[in-house]
């Protein structure tokens, strides 16, 4: 652990001040360079980089020359160039000046890390690094570049240790160096050029560049994340394109003051399949804001009932007998039997199957609580790539039960698409601490999963040729998100998964992707899960392009419904009924109309969905809701009676009806009803019905009964329920209650309940 360090800034400085960084950059974008000079006036006097403040005064004074000569109406032909210079030079001086800050007065881990090596460094005689030849471990690289490749050291020599060592220092070196030079060049040139490093190594040094580039903005990491991107082999070019967008997307504001960088994003942007791996990137980055939802569902809903059929499960499974059969016999017929009488978790569990082969992240919830092996306490674990030579692998070598099945089960492991390397290696970690059964359990699983994989591996990449790209991608975007959520080192890092995640408004994806095609993707993506907001968003900018497809209006039309924003919801669907006249369209009209309280109108709409569709139930249903707003009870029978009839099992509508009689003052055939609702469940209203209907036939006391087990048995507070009763006293009263009689009641109701 970094200690933390004296200062006379707190923790709440801190904040401050990464805040002020933000509103900075903010500030900047709307151009508004007076507010921003004076947040990096503050920032500045926090500092102990004196040079910092020569800087900014030269920027002042660079600036108000510019607003003086401009006043002054002189025509400077450069004024643009030195205005977009101007404004670099303050998100840099803002970059260096939080870096600053943050190194003297955090404490955190990253800045320790930082010390310690800049010690080192000091060691060798070196402290500022201009080249390669000035690296505090360049003769550890020397070494290890004369090595043959072929040599495939013990992972216990001292040239196993002295390269993992190595590897561990130009990662920390690519991460925490602020800006890139020569020497950086150079090394990350060695990186790719020599040979000498495996995949695995240099997937890790592309995140080192990536949190490097998140950290503080420097075009050329940019640059060197694009080339990895170009020439690296699979594995490291997945990862080098996720943390270009994911930088580009951080950055979006700045991106277009750099005019070098922004030709070479849109000349790779011309690749089709640039363009493709870069939508499969965006989508699968969005598709991290389901994690939360669905390990919500998983702990409070799935699980609980799952544990609840446990003993049903294990006497109608006959588990202790299932692993001895053979792997091939035919999968138990108790299984369909048994789901069926809990049919929403097995649809639920099918909806998570098919949410996993989709990308989702269905095992965060699972793994969270395997990250507290000291293996993740070294940061650089976080992001390295499962590989079956790696230590943690030979680690199991000398385990009783698995060291003789570990290449099958590393190899198993390292195939597994659906699992993320961070929960490989946990999963890994955590078999030494099972008993014996489970150990052996665990291995026969890996051995099908492995024959499984086997056979599908060709199918697979001839009909999805972004098939390898897209796991790949998958499993490091998420062990990106464990990181920014569960490492003990989050709290130095902004989480790149929150928010909107809405790159589809970047600069990046406006120049790469096809705008139109990708947009339409993302929208129906955005729609299919409920994402409302997001998906209307994109679904308007496609009004101009498909201005006669009844389906664009329906959809608008819906995400307004689905934000209650039912003025515009009722225009887009008025529109798409002009272009294609349909019952769904009729009925939504009604539906819209109706929330808005024009009662009549939702009534005609719900009456022509109804003559072009005469059997449909939901069409009566709706229709007689309509005459029930209007009060007209008579017709609200004829439609109701309709779907009594056509559904003669369903008590809810049981309950409308009852009204009907009751308003009607057929108290006998209201209360019919009500008797047949009892054998179901009655809710609230419901009982203040039936105590409606008792308080019409004179039975006082039977009616403030049911008031009071309107609120004992079902939840509604007594403010809820005199609500509801003022509510319907012009109904009482006009079914002959005395009117004296009501406040009377209801403080009875009250003592009663209180």
């Known amino acids: 652990m970094s200690p933390e360090l004296n200062s006379g800034i707190n923790s709440m400085d801190i904040k401050k001040v990464i805040q002020q960084h933000r509103q900075l950059s903010k500030l900047i974008s709307a151009k508004r360079i007076k507010q921003s000079l004076d947040i990096l006036h503050d920032m500045i006097n926090m500092s102990l980089q004196g040079d910092l403040r020569d800087e900014y005064n030269n920027i002042e004074m660079t600036y108000r020359n510019m607003l003086t000569y401009t006043i002054d109406g002189i025509n400077d032909p450069e004024r643009s160039k030195v205005y977009t210079k101007l404004i670099q030079s303050i998100l840099e001086l803002s970059d260096r000046s939080k870096q600053d800050i943050l190194s003297h007065y955090s404490g955190w881990?990253?800045?320790?890390?930082?010390?310690?090596?800049?010690?080192?460094?000091?060691?060798?005689?070196?402290?500022?690094?201009?080249?390669?030849?000035?690296?505090?471990?360049?003769?550890?690289?020397?070494?290890?570049?004369?090595?043959?490749?072929?040599?495939?050291?013990?992972?216990?020599?001292?040239?196993?240790?002295?390269?993992?060592?190595?590897?561990?220092?130009?990662?920390?070196?690519?991460?925490?160096?602020?800006?890139?030079?020569?020497?950086?060049?150079?090394?990350?040139?060695?990186?790719?050029?020599?040979?000498?490093?495996?995949?695995?190594?240099?997937?890790?040094?592309?995140?080192?560049?990536?949190?490097?580039?998140?950290?503080?903005?420097?075009?050329?990491?940019?640059?060197?994340?694009?080339?990895?991107?170009?020439?690296?082999?699979?594995?490291?070019?997945?990862?080098?394109?996720?943390?270009?967008?994911?930088?580009?997307?951080?950055?979006?504001?700045?991106?277009?003051?750099?005019?070098?960088?922004?030709?070479?994003?849109?000349?790779?942007?011309?690749?089709?399949?640039?363009?493709?791996?870069?939508?499969?990137?965006?989508?699968?980055?969005?598709?991290?804001?389901?994690?939360?939802?669905?390990?919500?569902?998983?702990?409070?809903?799935?699980?609980?009932?799952?544990?609840?059929?446990?003993?049903?499960?294990?006497?109608?499974?006959?588990?202790?007998?299932?692993?001895?059969?053979?792997?091939?016999?035919?999968?138990?017929?108790?299984?369909?039997?048994?789901?069926?009488?809990?049919?929403?978790?097995?649809?639920?569990?099918?909806?998570?199957?098919?949410?996993?082969?989709?990308?989702?992240?269905?095992?965060?919830?699972?793994?969270?609580?395997l990250k507290h092996f000291d293996f993740f306490r070294d940061f650089q674990n976080w992001f390295v790539p499962f590989h079956p030579d790696h230590e943690v692998v030979n680690e199991i070598f000398r385990d009783e039960i698995l060291g003789g099945e570990t290449n099958e089960l590393a190899e198993a492991l390292f195939k597994t698409p659906f699992i993320c390397n961070s929960d490989k290696f946990s999963l890994l970690l955590n078999l030494k601490y099972l008993p014996a059964s489970q150990k052996t359990m665990m291995l026969k699983v890996f051995r099908l999963e492995l024959e499984g994989l086997h056979q599908g591996d060709d199918t697979d990449v001839s009909t999805d040729p972004y098939k390898n790209f897209r796991t790949n991608v998958t499993q490091y975007l998420h062990d990106l998100y464990r990181f920014y959520k569960l490492s003990p080192y989050k709290k130095e890092f902004e989480d790149l998964f929150t928010g909107k995640l809405d790159i589809y408004n970047s600069e990046f994806f406006r120049m790469t992707c096809n705008a139109c095609e990708a947009e339409a993707g993302l929208a129906d993506y955005f729609f299919s899960k409920n994402y409302y907001a997001d998906a209307l968003e994109l679904f308007l900018k496609q009004?101009?392009?498909?201005?006669?497809?009844?389906?664009?209006?329906?959809?608008?039309?819906?995400?307004?419904?689905?934000?209650?924003?039912?003025?515009?919801?009722?225009?887009?669907?008025?529109?798409?009924?002009?272009?294609?006249?349909?019952?769904?369209?009729?009925?939504?009209?009604?539906?819209?109309?109706?929330?808005?309280?024009?009662?009549?109108?939702?009534?005609?709409?719900?009456?022509?969905?109804?003559?072009?569709?005469?059997?449909?139930?939901?069409?009566?249903?709706?229709?007689?809701?309509?005459?029930?707003?209007?009060?007209?009870?008579?017709?609200?029978?004829?439609?109701?009676?309709?779907?009594?009839?056509?559904?003669?099992?369903?008590?809810?509508?049981?309950r409308p009806i009852a009204f009907c009689y009751l308003a009607l003052g057929r108290f006998d055939e209201s209360e019919k009803y009500y008797d047949r609702l009892a054998s179901g469940h009655l809710n609230a209203h419901d009982y203040i019905n039936k105590g409606h209907l008792a308080l019409c036939r004179g039975r006082k006391k039977e009616a403030a009964d049911l008031y009071r087990l309107s609120i004992q048995t079902n939840g509604i507070t007594l403010e809820e329920f005199i609500a509801a009763f003022w509510d319907d006293q012009p109904l009482l009263v006009s079914l002959g209650v005395n009117p004296d009689d009501l406040p009377i009641i209801l403080d009875y109701v009250a003592f009663s309940v209180a």
């Open 109 to 369: 881990h990253t800045y320790w890390v930082r010390q310690q090596t800049e010690k080192e460094q000091k060691l060798t005689g070196r402290s500022i690094v201009e080249t390669v030849d000035d690296l505090m471990f360049k003769s550890e690289l020397d070494e290890w570049l004369r090595i043959s490749s072929e040599v495939n050291p013990d992972p216990e020599s001292q040239l196993s240790l002295q390269h993992k060592n190595l590897i561990k220092n130009i990662f920390n070196h690519l991460w925490l160096t602020d800006y890139y030079g020569e020497a950086e060049e150079s090394l990350i040139r060695i990186i790719m050029n020599s040979g000498k490093f495996r995949w695995f190594e240099s997937g890790l040094f592309v995140s080192a560049i990536t949190l490097s580039a998140l950290r503080v903005w420097q075009p050329e990491k940019l640059f060197f994340l694009i080339d990895f991107y170009e020439t690296g082999g699979e594995q490291v070019m997945e990862r080098a394109l996720s943390g270009l967008i994911l930088t580009l997307h951080y950055y979006d504001s700045r991106v277009p003051l750099y005019p070098e960088l922004m030709a070479k994003i849109a000349d790779i942007g011309k690749d089709a399949g640039f363009r493709e791996r870069s939508k499969i990137i965006i989508l699968q980055i969005i598709r991290s804001r389901e994690t939360e939802g669905l390990s919500k569902k998983l702990h409070e809903e799935i699980l609980p009932k799952v544990a609840k059929l446990k003993p049903r499960i294990e006497e109608k499974f006959d588990l202790d007998n299932i692993l001895p059969r053979e792997k091939n016999e035919d999968k138990n017929p108790d299984w369909t039997e048994m789901f069926n009488e809990s049919e929403e978790i097995f649809k639920t569990m099918e909806e998570l199957t098919k949410l996993q082969m989709e990308g989702a992240d269905v095992y965060m919830s699972a793994f969270a609580n």
């Open 543 to 654: 009004l101009n392009s498909r201005p006669d497809e009844p389906q664009l209006y329906e959809k608008i039309a819906f995400c307004y419904q689905k934000e209650e924003n039912f003025e515009d919801a009722l225009k887009f669907y008025q529109r798409a009924e002009l272009i294609e006249r349909k019952v769904w369209t009729l009925k939504k009209i009604g539906l819209c109309l109706r929330r808005l309280g024009r009662k009549e109108e939702a009534l005609d709409y719900y009456l022509q969905a109804g003559a072009m569709d005469p059997e449909n139930i939901h069409t009566s249903i709706m229709t007689g809701h309509c005459y029930l707003d209007l009060n007209d009870y008579e017709s609200a029978l004829r439609y109701y009676f309709r779907v009594e009839y056509n559904d003669p099992g369903n008590l809810n509508i049981l």
